[in-house]
């Protein structure tokens, strides 16, 4: 199977549905799943807040965006970390 | 688990009553009653099945470890150590809440357990959310969220201070029901709606999180049944590995798997799933 990914925006008391405070993408592949989180160092590195959202955790909420909501996230990021993408 | 068994005479009566060959319909009382005993009675059945099932998952886990070795536990280390500013600001957070939870918010919670006898506090030794768990939150959210300051990060931590409360399978739902009410009228607010994940299949229970008045801080609330209590605990060796960053991408389907082993056997409490509850705000409009 190739692989699926859907993407989330991260949103909590500091943010909105409007301006996410991250993004998320779960991939789905042969083996099963891995989920990664945009980071403040500019890179997708593995996350388990997705997983721990699921399991209960009540701090974030995780809206399913599409891809390119998901990259004006991204790129939103990198324009304010003084990094051009 | 103790639990009531179900009365002989109880199902003779359930399983006589629905059939009436003379075409008289069933009053409507009898009809409530005849679900609610036949729905008693699947939740009673499927409390046995639970037993039987924890001690069969016991097993699987203890297999799953044999195979899998735990892997080295990397949180909290490297990229993800909060720098020394952070760290200090997360130190002094965490002072202030242990102080506002053993001040405020246990006394308050300990007094509304003794409103009702048939439920009780469980877990309460681990109200507080240990330190390095709590900058390892911070630390995971400062990474994911670059918006965020540490004291935002810290502030939004909704279990730094945790409860459960822990119901029989039959009295869950109008207990739970009774408890939102009792947080509501001594001055809690809950600061979103209820996260009910009874149909979930990796968890099952009911997550608040409420907001102290006096102080503003935080803190969560958990509606559990024994069994999805118990059920917390079993898979929560699974569910910390799932968070370790050094545990391989092979073994974590099989964790996930795990999880919902866990989760399909526990019984279900009457109307649980349809439980909602929003903040005054939203309910206000």
Same mark, same amino acid.
């Given at each position: 199977m190739a692989e699926e990914i859907t993407y989330y925006a991260i949103v909590n008391e500091f943010s909105s549905r409007e301006r996410p405070g991250g993004v998320l993408r779960r991939i789905k592949h042969d083996g099963g799943q891995r989920d990664e989180a945009f980071t403040r160092d500019l890179v997708w590195k593995r996350s388990a807040s997705l997983h721990s959202a699921e399991r209960g955790d009540t701090m974030n909420d995780f809206y399913p965006i599409t891809e390119d909501e998901a990259m004006g996230i991204v790129e939103r990021i990198r324009r304010e970390s003084g990094a051009s993408s | 688990m103790e639990t009531e068994r179900l009365d002989e005479a109880d199902a003779l009566v359930a399983d006589r009553e629905p059939a009436d060959d003379q075409g008289v319909a069933t009053p409507p009382e009898l009809r409530d009653q005849q679900a609610y005993r036949a729905e008693y009675r699947a939740t009673v059945e499927a409390v046995y099945t639970w037993d039987a099932a924890a001690l069969e998952l016991r097993q699987t886990w203890e297999a799953h470890e044999t195979k899998w070795p735990s892997p080295e536990d990397a949180r909290g280390d490297g990229d993800r150590n909060l720098n020394p500013e952070a760290n200090a600001e997360v130190e002094r957070g965490c002072g202030q809440i242990r102080e506002i939870a053993e001040n405020v918010i246990t006394p308050a919670m300990r007094a509304l357990e003794s409103e009702d006898p048939d439920r009780h506090l469980v877990g309460l030794e681990h109200r507080l959310k240990g330190t390095e768990r709590l900058k390892e939150k911070v630390a995971a959210a400062l990474e994911e969220q670059p918006d965020l300051t540490p004291g935002q990060a810290l502030s939004a931590v909704p279990d730094a201070i945790r409860f459960t409360l822990s119901y029989s399978d039959e009295q869950y739902t109008a207990g739970l029901t009774a408890d939102l009410e009792r947080l509501t009228a001594c001055g809690c607010e809950l600061a979103k709606p209820l996260k009910n994940s009874w149909e979930s299949d990796q968890y099952k229970g009911i997550n608040t999180q409420w907001r102290? %008045? !006096?102080? !503003?801080q935080l803190f969560e609330v958990q509606f559990h049944t024994q069994a999805s209590y118990e059920a917390k605990q079993l898979s929560h060796a699974a569910y910390e590995r799932i968070r370790? %960053?050094?545990?391989s991408d092979a073994e974590l389907p099989e964790l996930e798997d795990f999880q919902r082993k866990v989760c399909a056997k526990i019984p279900i409490p009457p109307g649980a799933t349809d439980i909602a509850y929003l903040p005054r705000k939203d309910r206000d409009g």
């Open positions: - | 102290e %008045p !006096a102080t !503003a370790n %960053p050094q545990t």
